[in-house]
């Protein structure tokens, strides 16, 4: 079993950044890739970015490629996901998931989940 909190997100203006993260606990960390997803209101959770097991690899959704960076620290059993040049369409709730060892952009692939975190971006 692994449990996720994610923290960071808030209500900030077009153009800012936020920093999320997603703290893990349970097995161990460094054998999951992670991902995050978003849900924006009245539609349904989609694929954000993705990181693997080790770091070495990530993958992003195109709306955000550019802007937006994953991340991992192992040690920490954290990811996070950096994410710049906010704009009103990147307004959501954030998940992150955990997958064993390899990653993807399907929701319905990963494993374990946290219980979100709103971001909200004003225009």
């Known amino acids: 079993q692994v449990h996720l909190v994610e923290s960071g997100g808030g209500l900030v203006q077009a153009g800012s950044s936020l920093r999320l993260s997603c703290a893990a606990s349970g097995r161990t960390f460094s054998s999951f890739a992670m991902g995050w997803f978003r849900q924006a209101p009245a539609k349904g959770r989609v694929f954000v970015a993705a990181i693997s097991w080790s770091g070495s690899n990530t993958y992003y959704a195109d709306s955000v490629k550019g802007r937006f960076t994953i991340s991992r620290d192992n040690a920490k059993n954290t990811v996070y996901l950096q994410m710049n040049s906010l704009k009103p369409e990147d307004t959501a709730v954030y998940f992150c998931?955990?997958?064993?060892?390899?990653?993807?952009?399907?929701?319905?692939?990963?494993?374990?989940w946290g219980q979100g975190t709103q971001v909200t971006v004003s225009s």
């Open positions: 998931a955990a997958r064993a060892f390899s990653w993807s952009d399907s929701e319905a692939l990963y494993d374990y």
